[in-house]
Nanobody
Framework: QVQLVESGGGLVQAGGSLRLSCAASGSIFDTYAMGWFRQAPGKEREFVAALRWGGRGTVYADSMEGRFTISRDNAKNTMYLQMNSLKPEDTAVYYC??????????????????WGQGTQVTVSS
């Protein structure tokens, strides 16, 4: 089992940046493939980015590659999402998620077994 807690959300103007963090506890963090998803009001939750347990090997949603960067620090049991050039359409609740040990990154939310509670990101125009 792993427990996930997101932080770093907030209100930012369009064009600004935020860095989200996902702190993990309860298990061997560096064996888990991790991902970020988001859910905007009235929309389904969608994939943002994911990375392998070692940190190498990343996957991004097409609309976010180049603006968002996913990373992890296994020594701190923490994953990050650096978001630059934010747009109003990036407004959503952002969730971090973990797969079971030794799985590869995935775009499919059904592949993830553990979820955080989410952190709100609001981008004003």
């Amino acid at each position: 089992q792993v427990q996930l807690v997101e932080s770093g959300g907030g209100l930012v103007q369009a064009g600004g940046s935020l860095r989200l963090s996902c702190a993990a506890s309860g298990s061997i963090f560096d064996t888990y493939a991790m991902g970020w998803f988001r859910q905007a009001p009235g929309k389904e939750r969608e994939f943002v980015a994911a990375l392998r347990w070692g940190g190498r090997g990343t996957v991004y949603a097409d609309s976010m590659e180049g603006r968002f960067t996913i990373s992890r620090d296994n020594a701190k049991n923490t994953m990050y999402l650096q978001m630059n050039s934010l747009k109003p359409e990036d407004t959503a609740v952002y969730y971090c998620a973990a797969r079971k040990p030794w799985q590869v990154p995935s775009r499919r939310q059904d592949d993830y077994s553990f979820w955080g509670q989410g952190t709100q990101v609001t981008v004003s125009s």
